[in-house]
């Protein structure tokens, strides 16, 4: 800790003793000073949607949006465009070319000066006066049905070919994380919401070799939504290539594939094994009968954070989540609205043992490990 960071750690400590129960970290986005995290704390969100989906008249999720994240000062957050939505009856999968167009519109916050995509780990911004500020962006696809979408007037999954220079478009865009399953299974893979017979699911012949594809070209894969069978799969191809994956977004579940998007510590120590990240986000977890949140709020979730860390290791947790996406799925904790509370996460993560360190790691450091190493 340099000078600065001392007297910046300092003042924050003076100012929680004094305003008695106050936090600490209470009143930093609103202070130049960056009362809570130090100035030039490094903060990534793995897996968020800021501005993508836009509000309806019954649904609008504001827990992520450019204008927090910049408030915020967070160095990079994802902006992940979805490749297909389940609904009660059908799983909707969308084409490359409506993919590549909502891709754009993100390419276009670019444009206006809003974000600044990363595409080499050293494009992620850093710590600048706010009004001088701006966050950079991960760019990503969340499901990658439209690879594989039939070409104009055509049916069936194109040649291998035209995959390729599909994953090679996507990149020179700039994207830089696939996931390769998202709301339903496709020709790649089985989701995390399929109740498949014992012995069934995982990748497919086409899967791996599109897997081993994006690992190749430098983009992070993600394994959220993917099955525990795809998981197992993907984690073989990781250790074989020596590649990080992470799991962007998720908590932690004591059965695998429940319907939900929880994962089994056995699980979390798969993708730690390849030397990824395992990233825990704010949504809250209540029994099937309603009687009780056994994670319900902020400190729930600095909890487990911590019982996670204790089995996995504290170098392979990280923050996702899920902003901008996930009002219309879940309750989020309580004491958590937005990302401007992620300081009361940290406050919470201190109090249940992690260090300075450790709360750092978590907030930043251990993405940008997988980045660095994937993305370069």
Same mark, same amino acid.
């Given at each position: 800790m340099n000078r600065r960071d001392f007297l910046t750690y300092s003042a924050a400590s003076l100012a929680a003793v004094l305003t008695a129960r106050q936090s600490g970290f209470a009143a930093w986005t609103e202070n130049e000073e960056g009362f809570g995290f130090p100035q030039r704390r490094l903060l990534i969100d793995a897996h968020a949607h800021p501005d993508i989906f836009g509000c309806t008249d019954t649904w609008c999720d504001q827990a992520s949006t450019i204008e927090k994240i910049t408030q915020l000062r967070m160095n990079l957050s994802s902006f992940a465009v979805t490749g297909d939505h389940a609904t009660e009856t059908a799983c909707i999968k969308y084409s490359f070319d409506d993919t590549w167009n909502r891709l754009l519109g993100v390419v276009g916050f670019e444009t206006q000066g809003r974000i600044r995509i990363v595409r080499r780990v050293t494009d992620i911004p850093e710590y600048a006066p706010l009004n001088q500020f701006i966050p950079g962006a991960l760019l990503g696809l969340e499901g990658a049905a439209p690879l594989i979408s039939p070409a104009v007037g055509a049916a069936g999954v194109p040649p291998l070919e035209v995959v390729r220079a599909r994953i090679d478009?996507?990149?020179?865009?700039?994207?830089?994380? $696939?996931?390769?399953?998202? #709301?339903? #299974?496709?020709?790649?893979? #089985?989701?995390?919401?399929?109740?498949?017979? %014992?012995?069934? =699911?995982?990748?497919? &012949?086409?899967?791996?070799? !599109? !897997?081993? &594809?994006?690992?190749?070209?430098?983009? $992070?894969?993600?394994?959220?939504?993917?099955?525990?069978?795809?998981?197992?799969? $993907? !984690? &073989?191809?990781?250790?074989?290539?020596?590649? %990080?994956?992470?799991? #962007?977004?998720?908590?932690? =579940?004591?059965?695998?594939?429940?319907?939900?998007?929880?994962?089994?510590?056995?699980?979390m120590q798969w993708i730690a094994r390849t030397g990824g990240v395992v990233c825990t986000w704010p949504v809250q977890v209540c029994l099937p009968d309603g009687s009780s949140c056994p994670r319900n709020s902020v400190e729930d979730w600095a909890g487990e954070n911590a019982t996670i860390a204790g089995e996995i290791g504290a170098e392979h947790i990280g923050l996702g989540t899920d902003g901008g996406g996930i009002g219309n799925l879940a309750n989020l904790v309580e004491g958590y609205t937005s990302i401007l509370d992620l300081p009361r996460l940290a406050d919470a993560m201190r109090d249940v043992g992690f260090t300075r360190q450790e709360i750092a790691a978590y907030m930043g450091r251990n993405s940008l490990r997988v980045l660095t190493r994937c993305v370069g």
């Open positions: 478009a996507l990149y020179d865009l700039g994207i830089r994380c $696939i996931t390769p399953m998202h #709301s339903c #299974s496709n020709e790649l893979g #089985s989701a995390m919401n399929d109740v498949l017979p %014992p012995g069934t =699911g995982g990748l497919t &012949a086409l899967g791996r070799t !599109v !897997v081993m &594809a994006l690992m190749k070209k430098g983009i $992070i894969v993600d394994v959220a939504h993917s099955h525990v069978t795809t998981l197992r799969d $993907i !984690v &073989a191809l990781a250790l074989r290539h020596g590649v %990080p994956i992470v799991d #962007s977004h998720t908590s932690l =579940g004591h059965a695998s594939n429940t319907g939900s998007r929880r994962r089994t510590i056995e699980e």
